[in-house]
Each structure stands twice: as structure tokens, then as C-alpha cells.
């Protein structure tokens, strides 16, 4: 990777990964785009180009001027938004993947987007859940991550494109709010327990899901992107994983740091529908073993951290010990 483009840059994951590359490969060599435009630290700290994904010409026209090598395509809808809007979940997330790929293989750019957990289903074995197996989602995200997954190696195998990616568990950060997740109740917790002390989860107790910090779903991205070719066996898309707990677990997690946070619940049955269909915990060794894979928050550290930034962010008063 020199000179990247990124669509959807900011939203969660791209409102930083846009400034964790530009730190490693140089501000001008990282081109922002998102279908929108705001005042964010990613938005102006270097290029930025409105780019809707439907818009294949668009898409080529910046990535020539630009003289990009690589793409690393992040816009799509979430799974719970997917389900609310399944046609246009599919036209955004298919439309968008192809558009993106027939980039990457007329200008010969490596391309990089991520999978999810949500390509798995109900007939997936739900523990230590494998690297290949059973792959019947349920939901339109799931269909969309499966089918963008194959797409994917399909460009590899048919035009030799340098496809890569991840299957990301719920990612866990402090910067961009989440938005459209099933996973989203694990950010929104924080938030609460350090502002009001206390939370109702619309996930219910006892529901498993595997879980990262933003910091390091950041490195795996550059570490599978600039891995040797040579080694991956499986390009779209590896498991990766940090982290597995349920409310319970992350509010024990919260209680470490605030001890009288108080957890209940309002389950909201459309999206427990979709966390009951997802792995309880991935096998991630396949990322080990062909890329390094690693990670370095466990659920207490990344408590430690998230709380201590969201206060300094939300001018909060750190309490006396
Ligand atoms: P997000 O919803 O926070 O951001 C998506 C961005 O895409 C937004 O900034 C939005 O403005 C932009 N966008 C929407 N429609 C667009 C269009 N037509 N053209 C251009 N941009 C458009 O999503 P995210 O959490 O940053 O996720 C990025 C990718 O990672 C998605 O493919 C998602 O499925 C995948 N993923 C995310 C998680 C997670 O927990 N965040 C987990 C697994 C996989
Ligand atoms: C979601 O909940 O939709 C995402 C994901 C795990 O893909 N966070």
C-alpha cells in the first residue's frame, strides 16, 4: 500500500483508520471519501472527494486522479439498518462492492473490505466457530458479507486483483458512534456508565458475541494488507476476534472501574433475532497462522480505556478514588 483510497471514510471504522494511515504512508497519500462531507479530523487532515459507491464512474474518475494502489472499500449499511431496508441494503452493498472491484481490476489496486460475523447463521456451529464452514445467514447483511466474500475471491482466482479482508466481530471505539449494528449496545453501554451509571440493553443476557478494540481491528487491517501474497490461503475474509461476553460480562467488565453501574433490560426483538443467529466465539488461528494475526485489548484493558476516553471526551469529572 502507498497511496489509498477509502469509501465510507466516516463513518466508525474510517473516521480512524483514515488517520492511523495517513500517519503511516503520509496525509496526501490517503484519499478520504465518503458520501458525505463533515468537519471531522479525517474529512481535513488530507485529500477529500464526495464519492457516492453506486457511482462507477466517480469511483474510477477519483481513483485515476488520485493514482491510487490500493482500496480499501468501507461503505455499506449495518446489519440491523439492513434488515429495515433489505432492497436497498443489497443495491448499497453489492452495488457498491462490484463497483469497487471492477475499480480495483481496471486500475490493478490492491483491495481490501471487511466481512463480518453476520456472514455466519443459525446452522454455523456457534463455538470456537471455524475458519470454513457452514455459511446459510439469515439476514440481508449476512447475504450481502457472504456474497461479497466469494465476489471477492472471485476476483482473485478470475483477474488475479490482490483481494483481501476480515471478518470483523462488534467493534468497540470511542471516536465515531457506531450506527445500524446489532453490536452497537457494546459501545452505547460505555457511554451510558460514564454519563448516567447505568444502562438498559435491547441485547438479552446471556447472548455471546465476539467483540474487538478499534486500535486493534486498525493494525489487522494493515497487518493482512501488507502480509506476503504468497501466504494467505484464505484471502476473503479471515476470523478475527479479541473478545466474547454477553451484557453480564461487560457490565462485570464497567463494574472494575464504576462500581455501582447498573444493568438492565428492554429487549428489542428484531435485533437479538440477528445476535441469536452469530457465533457465541470465532476461531480466529487461520489469521495467526497466515498473517500474524494478534491482538493486544482483552475486555478489562479495553474497559480501562474506553472509559478513561470517554470522559476526558465528554469533559467528565474523573471520580476520587
Ligand atoms: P459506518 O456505518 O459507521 O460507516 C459507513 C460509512 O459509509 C458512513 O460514513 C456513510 O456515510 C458511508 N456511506 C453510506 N452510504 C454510502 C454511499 N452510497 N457511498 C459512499 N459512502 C456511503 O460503518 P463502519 O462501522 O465504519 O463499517 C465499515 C465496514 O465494516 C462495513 O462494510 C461494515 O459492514 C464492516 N463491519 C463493521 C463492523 C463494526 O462493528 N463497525 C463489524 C464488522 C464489519
Ligand atoms: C453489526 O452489528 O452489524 C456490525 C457487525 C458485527 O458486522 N457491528
Not at 479482508?165 to 449494528?181: A, K, Q
Request: hydrophobic residues 40%; contains cysteine; negative net charge.
Amino acid at each position: 500500500m502507498k497511496r489509498i483510497l477509502v469509501t465510507g471514510a466516516l463513518g466508525q471504522i474510517g473516521s480512524e483508520l483514515i488517520l492511523k494511515l495517513r500517519n503511516i504512508y503520509g496525509a496526501h497519500n490517503v484519499i478520504a471519501t465518503d458520501i458525505r462531507q463533515n468537519d471531522s479530523e479525517a474529512a481535513q487532515s488530507g485529500p477529500f472527494e464526495v464519492l457516492d459507491v453506486t457511482d462507477f464512474k466517480q469511483m474510477m474518475k477519483i481513483a485515476t486522479k488520485y493514482q491510487v494502489d490500493t482500496i480499501v472499500h468501507l461503505a455499506a449499511i449495518l446489519s440491523a439498518s439492513a434488515e429495515a431496508m433489505p432492497v436497498f441494503a443489497w443495491n448499497l452493498n453489492m452495488g457498491g462492492l462490484l463497483n469497487a472491484l471492477e475499480t480495483a481490476r481496471e486500475l490493478k489496486l490492491q483491495f481490501f473490505t471487511p466481512s463480518s460475523i453476520g456472514a455466519f447463521g443459525p446452522s454455523t456451529p456457534k463455538d470456537n466457530t471455524p475458519q470454513d464452514t457452514i455459511m446459510r445467514p439469515t439476514t440481508m447483511y449476512g447475504v450481502n458479507k457472504v456474497a461479497g466474500e466469494l465476489l471477492a475471491d472471485y476476483y482473485f482466482y478470475k483477474y488475479g486483483v490482490d483481494t483481501r479482508g476480515l471478518r470483523f466481530p462488534g467493534l468497540i471505539s470511542h471516536v465515531t458512534e457506531p450506527g445500524g449494528g446489532t453490536t452497537d449496545y457494546a459501545v452505547d453501554i460505555y457511554y451510558k456508565a460514564v454519563q448516567e451509571k447505568k444502562y438498559t440493553s435491547y441485547i438479552a443476557k446471556g447472548t455471546f458475541m465476539d467483540m474487538m478494540y478499534m486500535p486493534d481491528a486498525l493494525n489487522a487491517i494493515i497487518d493482512l494488507m501488507e502480509a506476503d501474497s504468497s501466504r494467505l490461503v484464505h484471502r476473503n475474509s479471515f476470523n478475527v476476534t479479541a473478545m466474547s461476553f454477553d451484557p453480564e460480562g461487560i457490565a462485570a467488565s464497567i463494574r472494575m472501574q464504576i462500581p455501582d453501574f447498573k444493568l438492565d433490560y428492554d429487549v428489542d426483538p428484531c435485533r437479538q433475532q440477528i445476535a441469536e443467529s452469530w457465533p457465541n466465539s470465532l476461531d480466529a488461528s487461520a489469521a495467526m497462522q497466515e498473517w500474524g494475526f494478534h491482538y493486544e485489548f482483552d475486555l478489562d484493558k479495553m474497559t480501562e480505556d474506553m472509559i478513561s476516553k470517554l470522559r476526558q471526551k465528554l469533559n467528565l469529572e474523573i471520580p476520587k478514588p
